[in-house]
């Protein structure tokens, strides 16, 4: 006879959007064909354009699967949210201009049996020039703490002992998440059969934009977790600037890295701040 325990867990999938309507559909959808149990909760940040429409269309037609709810201020802020009121036992996150292969949540599933931190692989979809780029990748006790959280999941018990996203990050909170769970004591596991598909930016211009706060996160990091430099393997980094758009990726995050140590004093990062308090941020 079966038990409970041996029972599929309930997943909660929680997504973050701020003026996403031209990918949300795409994301919604996809998530329509994951093998259950699951739920999803969506979390809007003031978009000004139709994404809330879009979101609170899909909760009316499937209210037993999507449930909708608005929270101004950072990814941070809207993930911890949406982790409050998720009621799965994991928590998957994924982002608005992304979408989901049909097995993403089954894989997932699969890997948290005995992991408690699940990364799936991402794959790029757009101007194949941006997306072909490696991460900068980053190790703490052998793990890659870099894995992005538009396609990570955590059981939730781990989530909240941790206190959730840092939501004073612009950019590099799920980075800080990893660490903060690598360094007590958690493992992270890689699934490159849960896929996820990302949109890459339309235009150069936004494609450097994202670089340029992507820097502006890892200087955040280090104000928080202290020097990383010795965690970051500076020869793959260096061999893997092999394009000019890649050099003009390198060269925008560390203008955003720059933009950061400018910055200094009062906005400095501390580590007793490194939880999920703070609802009021700005975005």
């Known amino acids: 006879m079966g ?13 973050t959007v701020r003026n996403e309507a031209r990918h949300l559909p795409q994301l919604l959808e996809s998530l329509l064909t994951q093998e259950g149990p699951y739920e999803v909760v969506v979390v ?53 201009d992304c979408f989901a292969d049909s097995g993403w949540l ?6 948290l049996a005995s992991a408690p931190i699940v990364a799936g692989r991402t794959t790029a979809v757009g101007k194949s020039a941006y997306g072909d780029l490696e991460r900068v990748e980053l190790f703490q006790s052998g793990y890659d703490v870099t894995y992005p959280s538009c396609n990570l999941a955590y059981r939730r018990a781990l989530f909240e002992e941790l206190g959730g996203f840092d939501p004073r990050f612009i ?11 690598v360094r ?6 890689y699934a490159p059969e849960a896929v996820v598909y990302h949109h890459m930016r339309a ?3 936004r494609f450097l934009y994202q670089a340029f706060w992507n820097g502006y996160g890892r200087k955040q990091l280090t104000e928080k977790q202290g020097s990383l430099w010795g965690r970051y393997r500076i020869r793959r980094l260096a061999s893997g600037q092999r394009s000019v758009i890649a050099w003009a990726r390198l060269t925008a995050a560390i203008g955003g890295y720059a933009t950061r140590v400018m910055m200094g004093g009062g906005s400095r990062l501390t580590p007793d701040h490194g939880t999920a308090q703070g609802a009021g941020l700005a975005h």
């Open 3 to 15: 038990s409970d325990d041996a029972s599929p867990k309930l997943i909660s999938v929680v997504i």
């Open 171 to 181: 950019t590099a909170e799920d980075i800080d998440l990893n660490l903060r769970a």
């Open 44 to 96: 809007d940040s003031e978009s000004r354009d139709a994404t809330l429409l879009i979101a609170a269309g899909f909760a009316h037609r499937r209210p037993e699967l999507f449930r909708v709810f608005s929270q101004p201020g950072s990814r941070g802020i809207g993930r911890n949210r949406g982790v409050r009121e998720a009621r799965g036992e994991f928590v998957a996150f994924i982002d608005g």
């Open 106 to 111: 089954r894989a997932l599933r699969t890997a």
């Open 203 to 205: 235009t150069f211009v």
């Open 184 to 189: 007590a004591g958690a493992s992270i596991r």
